[in-house]
């Protein structure tokens, strides 16, 4: 099971896209209540949004953004059974991939 979630909606003209990903997002300075050890760092690294294969927003993202990250904008046009695939790559080498229809 995929750890991102997408929804699109088409309004104008334009789709709006919207995303959540299932993510610890530790930054690496927070303490284990019980050990009172640091829990390592564990964060997306990179993004990436394509639009039917051609890649429209690539990004790095850092450990300051929050657990369960949630992302949307607007694209321009995006006509419905156009497909919106969505990546990520974290520190630790994990990644997920998922594709969407817009609807």
């Given at each position: 099971m995929s750890s991102i979630k997408i929804r699109s909606k088409r309004m104008d003209g334009k789709?709006?896209?919207?995303?959540l990903i299932a993510h610890p997002m530790e930054h690496g300075r927070?303490?284990?209540a019980?050990?009172?050890?640091?829990?390592p760092a564990h964060f997306i690294q990179k993004l990436t949004v394509k639009h039917n294969k051609n890649v429209i927003i690539?990004?790095?993202i850092g450990a300051n953004v929050s657990k369960d990250p949630y992302f949307a904008f607007m694209l321009k046009g995006g006509n419905i059974g156009d497909k919106i695939t969505i990546s990520w790559v974290d520190n630790l080498g994990n990644k997920d991939t998922q594709?969407?229809?817009?609807?």
């Open positions: 789709t709006q896209i919207r995303m927070n303490r284990d019980k050990t009172d050890s640091l829990i690539s990004g790095n594709d969407h229809i817009v609807k």
